[in-house]
């Protein structure tokens, strides 16, 4: 007995830290199915010692499946999703196809695993760079109120992809080696211009949208109100690249309603909150970086401070994997609260 879990994208960055990280979850499983593109069929990978074999992506690639966790880029989850829906599967979407849908549960277990309750089969997970804000947040604005957040990211490569990855590595070899490179995928492999990621930072992530930001800052701010279920937050976002491997940082500005917050109380919260770790103390150079985080599941938080000027503004650190927290592991987390929350049947 068990769930039937299949992963679309299983080959990708995210793709491959949900394989992963499955094989240590505490998720009774049947039998896992691993989906890609024609490309990928027949190929093999690993769960746990057990050697799958790739599919490709139909429709029919759903029959039997209990779970579908997808993360093969927002069109193969619009294409697919009603499919894997209609055979009676519960759809865990890791892109931006159906976040910001009424009608589509957007889930931060942490911060909000009640509104699970109402899916029509299809539960979005946030953007990474929104997840691990909500998590080093969400326990301030329970204590204190949250009136406003200003946020500025320092993203991981990774969250680009795998092919994004390979580009930075390839960069880097060749200006090490003083040899010509060129750009084919960063800022956005949707945009016409590329950049070299590679010892350079790109204030740019995803496309430009409405009002001069970026599809990437508009996630975070319309994401944020969604989870927290107010639209009254104030919220601002600039979203950057840069050339590191895997774990998004953000400088987080906040200002809280209640007059008695200061920097000892939020650590207070922060040292008890679910999902976060506190590592923050000047005096031993203690806070968090990418490297640090990296392959763990918690978010951490740093470097708080109160504002020079603003009694009720405070600046924090906040650092993730974004292939972890940011992606996978949230995504097997909210699999594991369906089980626990008996939303999920075995066929
Ligand atoms: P494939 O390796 O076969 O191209 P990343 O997020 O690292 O860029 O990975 C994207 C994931 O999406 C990969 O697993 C990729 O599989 C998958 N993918 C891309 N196109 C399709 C498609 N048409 N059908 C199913 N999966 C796809
Ligand atoms: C990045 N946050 O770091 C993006 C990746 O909406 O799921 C995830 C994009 C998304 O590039």
């Known amino acids: 007995s068990g769930y039937t879990i299949a992963i679309v994208g299983a080959t990708g960055a995210v ?12 998720l009774p499983i049947n039998k896992i199915k691993l989906l890609a593109s024609k490309r990928s069929a027949g190929k093999k990978l690993y769960f746990n010692d057990v050697e799958l074999t790739i599919e490709e992506t139909t429709a029919d690639s759903f029959d039997g499946v209990d779970i579908a966790l997808f993360s093969a880029g927002g069109d193969i989850s ?23 849908d009424p009608t589509v549960p957007l889930v931060v277990p942490e911060v909000n695993a009640d509104a699970m309750k109402n899916h029509n089969g299809i539960i979005a997970n946030p953007n990474c760079s929104t997840i691990q804000m909500m998590v080093a947040l969400q326990p301030i604005r329970k204590k204190y109120g949250l009136k406003r957040i200003i946020v500025s990211t320092y993203q991981a490569v990774s969250g680009a992809g ?21 750009a084919k995928i960063l800022p956005s492999g949707g945009d016409k211009k590329h950049f070299p990621i590679a010892f350079n930072i790109l204030p740019q992530i995803d496309v430009f949208a ?135 049947k075995e066929k």
Request: glycine fraction near 6%; charged fraction near 25%.
């Open 15 to 26: 793709g491959t830290k949900m394989i992963e990280m499955l094989g240590s979850s505490s």
């Open 162 to 182: 795998a092919a994004a990855l390979e580009e930075m590595k390839e960069q880097a070899q060749h200006m090490l080696n003083d040899e010509p490179y060129d």
């Open 210 to 344: 409405e009002g001069g930001y970026t599809y990437e800052e508009w996630k975070m701010i319309n994401e944020t109100k969604k989870i927290m279920s107010d639209d009254h937050i104030k919220v601002s976002a600039t979203c950057v690249r840069v050339p590191v491997v895997s774990g998004h940082s953000e400088s987080v500005y906040i200002e809280v309603a209640d007059e008695s917050a200061t920097v000892a109380g939020i650590q207070d919260v922060l040292r008890i909150a679910p999902g976060v770790e506190l590592q923050d103390d000047p005096a031993t150079q203690l806070y968090p970086t990418p490297l640090t985080a990296v392959g763990k599941k918690e978010t951490f938080v740093g470097r708080i401070r109160q504002d020079v000027d603003e009694k009720l503004g405070f600046h924090m650190w906040v650092v993730s994997d974004n292939l972890v927290k940011g992606a996978a592991w949230n995504s097997i987390q909210i699999a594991e609260s369906l089980h626990s929350l008996d939303l999920v």
């Open 78 to 100: 619009k294409e697919f999703a009603p499919e894997a829906v209609k055979r009676g599967a519960i759809v865990i979407d890791n892109t931006s196809a159906y976040r910001m």
